[in-house]
Each structure stands twice: as C-alpha cells, then as structure tokens.
C-alpha cells in the first residue's frame, strides 16, 4: 500500500501546528486531516466486553487514556482506509474498528423537537436500568457544544445520512455526503435519534455493514480510547 507523505511544518511554525492538533475541537473545526495522528495514540486492542458509556469511560482513563475517539477522528481513518491513505499503523487499527460490532465515540446528544444539541467529551452520563435510559449525576460537563436544525427530519428514529445538512454529516463524518469514498456507500449510512430531551452518548451501530450513528444505546459497547502522545502535552 502506498503511503502518503505527510507535510512537516518549518521548525518556527512547529510549536504553532502542534498546539492546533492538540487542541483539535469537533465543534469549530471543519475537519480532521492525517496530521492528527501523528500527536495521538490510539488503543491498538478494543476491549470486547460490553461497557456501558460511563463504565468504558472509567475503563480507558484507568488504562492511561484521555477519552474516546471523536466520530470526525474514526471517520478519518474510515475513509483513510477505504481510499488506501493510511501507513500501517493505521491501516491495522482500522481494521478492527471496521471489525468490531460499534465503539463509543467522546460525543452525546440531545433532540428536542426541531433541534439537536451536541456535547463533545461528555461527562456524568450514567446508565439508569430503573428508567431505561442515561442519566447525569450532578451536571453534565462537557467541553463544548453545537446546535443543530432537525426541522424536517423524522420525529424520532433512524434518518437517512443524504437527509441531514451537510454541516452536521461534516461534523459527525468529517466530509460531506457527496464527498464520501465511494467503497463507504456499501455501507448503510444513517443516524438514530430518540426524541426525548435526553442527553444519549453516541457511539456506532453494532452491525458489521452498517457505519450507522446510534443514540439509543441501551446496552454497552466495546471499549477504546485515546491519549495525547508523551512530550506533546502543552
């Protein structure tokens, strides 16, 4: 497999460039690019057994990771793989995030009616069996947020990904839906929302063909995280 070159800055604008990959954030960024991973480590080995969001959560912070990866982040690597971008590395962790059945991603949302708000890197999202659904313990924290006009979607439900704007398909697949590798489109493409003013961690669907977001998760999903590589915390 070919491997693409990757662009090293100049030494002046190395500490700037660095600083803007460590602070990637999904909500003001437009995408991620390849360079991203040359600052962070992924957990090469998923962890098969079924976590629930705040369990794989503790799980990965106690195994010396930060979070999960942001969906922009997986998809990155997807469309990476699919387009034969990816050196090695990256090309055998793609293959398992292809082979696993959904990971949970470091991003929740709530619908509300005509509107869906994104909260990235959530925290105190625990798992209710008694009401059968996630639920915060004192506040939900989260590093930022995003909103979104669901004018026109399904009430609740699955939505087709050609039916969402492209700024929120940008936002959760880091391109546009014209813009996907065509190998991508084998695969179903949809997104499942619950209409419920609830906050629900995201993660991705559990069939092998199916590269679907899911909201409604109310079991758990394997686990793995990611982690700023040594020497490049600021």
């Given at each position: 497999?070919k491997?693409?070159?990757?662009f090293?800055?100049?030494?002046k604008?190395?500490?700037?460039?660095?600083?803007?990959?460590?602070?990637?954030?999904p909500?003001?960024e437009?995408?991620v690019?390849?360079?991203?991973?040359?600052?962070?480590?992924?957990e090469?080995?998923?962890?098969?057994?079924?976590?629930?969001?705040?369990?794989?959560?503790?799980?990965l912070?106690?195994a010396?990771?930060?979070?999960?990866?942001?969906?922009?982040?997986?998809?990155?690597?997807v469309?990476?793989?699919?387009e034969?971008?990816l050196?090695?590395?990256?090309?055998?962790?793609?293959?398992k995030l292809?082979?696993t059945?959904?990971?949970w991603?470091?991003?929740?949302?709530?619908?509300?009616?005509?509107?869906l708000?994104?909260?990235t890197d959530?925290?105190?999202?625990?798992?209710?069996?008694?009401?059968?659904?996630?639920?915060?313990?004192?506040?939900?924290?989260?590093?930022?947020?995003?909103?979104?006009?669901?004018?026109?979607?399904?009430?609740?439900?699955?939505?087709?990904?050609?039916?969402?704007d492209?700024?929120?398909?940008?936002?959760?697949?880091?391109?546009?839906?014209?813009?996907?590798?065509?190998?991508?489109?084998?695969?179903?493409?949809?997104i499942?929302?619950?209409n419920?003013?609830?906050?629900?961690?995201?993660?991705?669907?559990?069939?092998?063909?199916?590269?679907c977001?899911?909201?409604?998760?109310?079991?758990?999903?394997p686990?793995?995280?990611?982690?700023?590589?040594?020497g490049?915390?600021?």
């Amino acid at each position: 497999m070919k491997i693409p070159k990757i662009f090293i800055p100049e030494n002046k604008n190395l500490e700037n460039a660095t600083n803007k990959l460590l602070d990637y954030n999904p909500t003001k960024e437009s995408s991620v690019t390849l360079d991203h991973f040359n600052y962070f480590d992924i957990e090469p080995n998923i962890k098969y057994e079924w976590f629930g969001f705040d369990n794989s959560l503790k799980r990965l912070r106690k195994a010396g990771y930060e979070r999960h990866l942001y969906p922009g982040e997986y998809f990155e690597l997807v469309t990476g793989y699919m387009e034969e971008r990816l050196e090695n590395k990256l090309e055998t962790i793609c293959e398992k995030l292809l082979a696993t059945r959904g990971e949970w991603f470091s991003l929740a949302v709530k619908r509300e009616n005509n509107n869906l708000t994104f909260y990235t890197d959530p925290k105190n999202l625990k798992w209710d069996a008694e009401v059968c659904k996630y639920v915060t313990e004192d506040k939900l924290e989260y590093k930022s947020k995003l909103e979104f006009d669901a004018s026109g979607l399904s009430p609740d439900g699955w939505v087709d990904l050609k039916e969402l704007d492209d700024k929120l398909v940008q936002f959760l697949y880091n391109r546009k839906f014209e813009d996907l590798p065509p190998k991508m489109k084998d695969y179903e493409l949809k997104i499942f929302f619950i209409n419920d003013k609830s906050v629900w961690p995201l993660a991705r669907a559990d069939e092998h063909k199916m590269l679907c977001l899911f909201t409604g998760c109310t079991w758990g999903r394997p686990s793995r995280g990611i982690r700023q590589k040594p020497g490049n915390s600021k």
